[in-house]
T-cell receptor, first 113, second 111 residues
Framework: DVKVTQSSRYLVKRTGEKVFLECVQD?????MFWYRQDPGLGLRLIYF???????EKGDIPEGYSVSREKKERFSLILESASTNQTSMYLC????????????FGSGTRLTVV | AQSVTQPDIHITVSEGASLELRCNYS??????LFWYVQSPGQGLQLLLK??????LVQGIKGFEAEFKRSQSSFNLRKPSVHWSDAAEYFC?????????FGAGTRLTVKP
């Protein structure tokens, strides 16, 4: 069964900490994405990557960075966590055309205190 | 600008009743169209997709959706809802790196 795996289901971090969210896919997909999901706002794209070491900003990149050193792994980094980054974070992957849709991980619920 | 609208934030239906969730979109070219379902605390699972051909598409879990180009709509339907269908449903429109998601419709199923 094809999979996108997010390393943590729940995380609690302190304000100002550097936070790493990890995502691994086993489908050899070129595209990978990080979204945050908040009630009433749906999914908002933070960053995406279309190839190793390539990245593009999404709609809400402020306060975040990403790393893609290997095709299967896409990391989201919160340089200095703040309480307004408390959210559900979803990783997804897809083929370049997206014709089969996106495959999502189970999500990481991050709480910043 | 590309956008996806799901007009209903929350819908409640009785078990066994029919269901229709609405989705309207605005997109420059003919996009791929998708419906996803999200159970509490989980990621999104693909229910069905449409790009071309027959405008009525069948998906998993007994869902279907109909594409109406003239109305820029892609509504999701199910003839008889089961309690396990309670979840949040997202419509998505786009292609490649440009995928837009609606805000979601939360479905509650009454016994």
């Amino acid at each position: 069964d094809v999979k996108v795996t997010q390393s943590s289901r729940y995380l609690v971090k302190r304000t100002g900490e550097k936070v790493f969210l990890e995502c691994v896919q086993d489908m050899d997909h070129e595209n990978m994405f990080w979204y945050r999901q908040d009630p009433g706002l749906g999914l908002r794209l933070i960053y995406f990557s279309y190839d190793v070491k390539m990245k593009e900003k999404g709609d809400i990149p402020e306060g975040y960075s990403v790393s893609r050193e290997k095709k299967e792994r896409f990391s989201l980094i919160l340089e200095s966590a703040s309480t307004n980054q408390t959210s559900m974070y979803l990783c997804a992957s897809s083929s370049p055309g997206g014709e089969k849709g996106y495959t999502f991980g189970s999500g990481t619920r991050l709480t910043v205190v | 600008a590309q956008s996806v609208t799901q007009p209903d934030i929350h819908i409640t239906v009785s078990e066994g009743a029919s269901l229709e969730l609405r989705c309207n979109y605005s997109y420059g070219a003919t996009p791929y169209l998708f419906w996803y379902v999200q159970s509490p605390g989980q990621g999104l699972q693909l229910l069905l997709k449409y790009f071309s051909g027959d405008t009525l598409v069948q998906g998993i879990k007994g869902f279907e959706a109909e594409f109406k180009r003239s109305q820029s709509s892609f509504n999701l339907r199910k003839p008889s809802v089961h309690w396990s269908d309670a979840a949040e449903y997202f419509c998505a429109v786009g292609a490649g790196n440009d995928m837009r998601f609606g805000a979601g419709t939360r479905l509650t199923v009454k016994p």
